[in-house]
């Protein structure tokens, strides 16, 4: 009859004297597991077998500010002691994954959104992280001039028709196609020379979101000489 039985590892002593046990291995290593059994007439038997312990991936990620429809680059701070490891990115709006290291994404539409990192190293060992990110509205930029043709000196007036809903807008830059630019909201150009040009506004919000308008159809602004 069996009176005892044992259970030990190399370097940890006995963890177990339960017919069928489970344990956990705190570090990656290989321990050399010891069986012991005891009948009640002293006589003993042991057998040892060798338990290889891998490295568990960590996974972690650093992100960045996204604004919807800008592409931005996550950065992937995951480790593992020993071995390789395989990457699955899901960036939680439903437009599939990507294997890559530090993987490119744009949103496009603002909101928040769940990001999954899961790795799996070459032993099948694996590890997930998920982190949030709010993803901000870029401003909708146009405008509109007062007049699109006329004889130079032709001064146009702009009215900037930008609307953001995230927040104030903190600048923008109108480029009038002349060589000349203007900071102001709502600003009158006047164009010397006859020609052809293209205004360009940018605006930039508190979220750090930006957003440009480009009117250039070929005859858009032309200034006619009397």
């Not at 890559?100 to 496009?108: G, I, Q, R, V």
């Not at 099948?124 to 004889?151: E, Q, R, W």
Request: include cysteine.
């Amino acid at each position: 009859t069996l009176i005892s039985r044992s259970w030990s590892y190399s370097g940890g002593g006995i963890f177990s004297t339960s017919t069928n046990p489970s344990f956990t291995f705190s570090a990656p290593a290989t321990y050399t597991v010891q069986f012991i059994i005891e009948t009640n007439h002293g006589c003993k038997d042991t057998v040892s077998k060798s338990v290889e312990i891998f490295p568990n991936p960590l996974a972690n990620f650093t992100l960045p500010d996204f604004c919807e429809q800008q592409a931005n680059q996550l950065t992937n701070t995951s480790t593992l002691l020993s071995g390789t490891m395989t990457y699955n990115w899901d960036f939680g709006d439903l437009s599939g994954s990507s294997n890559l290291l530090n993987p490119s994404h744009s949103y496009l539409n603002p909101g928040p959104y769940l990001v999954l990192l899961t790795l799996t190293s070459d032993h099948n060992c694996k590890d997930t992280t998920a982190k949030s990110v709010l993803v901000k509205s870029i401003p909708t930029t146009d405008f509109s001039p007062d007049i699109t043709i006329g004889c130079a000196p032709l001064c146009v007036k702009f009215t900037n028709l930008t609307v953001n809903l995230n927040g104030p807008i903190t600048g923008y830059i109108w480029d009038f196609g002349d060589l000349t630019t203007s900071n102001d909201t709502n600003p009158t150009h006047c164009y010397t020379a006859a020609g052809t040009y293209t205004v360009k506004l940018k605006a930039s919000s508190t979220t750090t979101c930006s957003d440009e308008e480009i009117k250039s159809t070929v005859d858009y602004m032309i200034s006619k000489s009397q």
